[in-house]
């Protein structure tokens, strides 16, 4: 089993509260979790930095759905 990394950075279209931010990481985490994918997700001023981990089948699905 080969791992891959993604590391990507985004900029928002708006800027989040806390309650929206929580709503997209409950998903990401449930989704992930399910799918064997690991990282880690950063939210500072409306951009976003994304680590994703994990078989490259299962990271591009994750990143597609992104």
Do not use: C, P, W
């Amino acid at each position: 089993m080969a791992l891959i990394h993604v590391i990507y950075i985004s900029t928002a279209k708006k800027l989040y509260e806390s309650v929206e931010l929580e709503s997209i990481l409950e998903s990401a985490v449930r989704y992930n979790t399910t799918h064997a994918v690991t990282g880690m997700l950063l939210y500072v001023g409306g951009s976003f930095m994304q680590v994703l981990e994990g078989e490259e089948s299962s990271v591009d699905a994750a990143f597609a759905r992104i």
